[in-house]
């Protein structure tokens, strides 16, 4: 089964911007819807963006449409989640998902619909 592992995250002030990777292993990751969700401390997981296999079309969160855009490189197996104007708000734990699956838009943002996830990456953003 595919295995996820996310990279990128730190801290920051606000304003900055990192640019999270996670890096799939021992399947092709173009099989796979691949999703971002994060957790902020206190908070449930919350759903971020979603991308289909071929990166083709991307969905998000309607708080964070354009300013976190998520991308895919399937020859180096790899999404990414660009995060431009980092908020205090954003600090979270970033986690990466999957699914087998060609279409994305159901079910996108319930954890549930993902069987394989990292491990979370921090970001954490200071005012």
């Known amino acids: 089964q595919v295995q996820l592992v996310e990279s990128g995250g730190g801290s920051v002030p606000a304003g900055r911007s990192l640019r999270l990777s996670c890096a799939a292993s021992?399947?092709?990751?173009?099989?796979?819807?691949m999703a971002w969700f994060r957790q902020a401390p206190g908070k449930e997981r919350e759903w971020v963006a979603t991308?289909?296999?071929?990166?083709?079309?991307?969905y998000y969160v309607d708080s964070l449409k354009g300013r976190f855009p998520i991308s895919r490189d399937n020859a180096k197996n790899t999404m990414y989640l660009q995060m431009n104007g980092l908020k205090p708000d954003d600090t979270a734990m970033y986690y990466c998902?999957?699914?087998?699956?060609?279409?994305?838009?159901?079910?996108?943002?319930?954890?549930?619909?993902?069987?394989?996830w990292g491990q979370g990456t921090q970001v954490t953003v200071s005012s």
């Open positions: 998902a999957a699914r087998q699956a060609q279409i994305c838009l159901t079910r996108r943002a319930e954890e549930s619909a993902y069987p394989y």
């Open positions: 021992r399947e092709p990751a173009n099989r796979f819807c």
């Open positions: 991308i289909t296999p071929t990166g083709g079309s991307v």
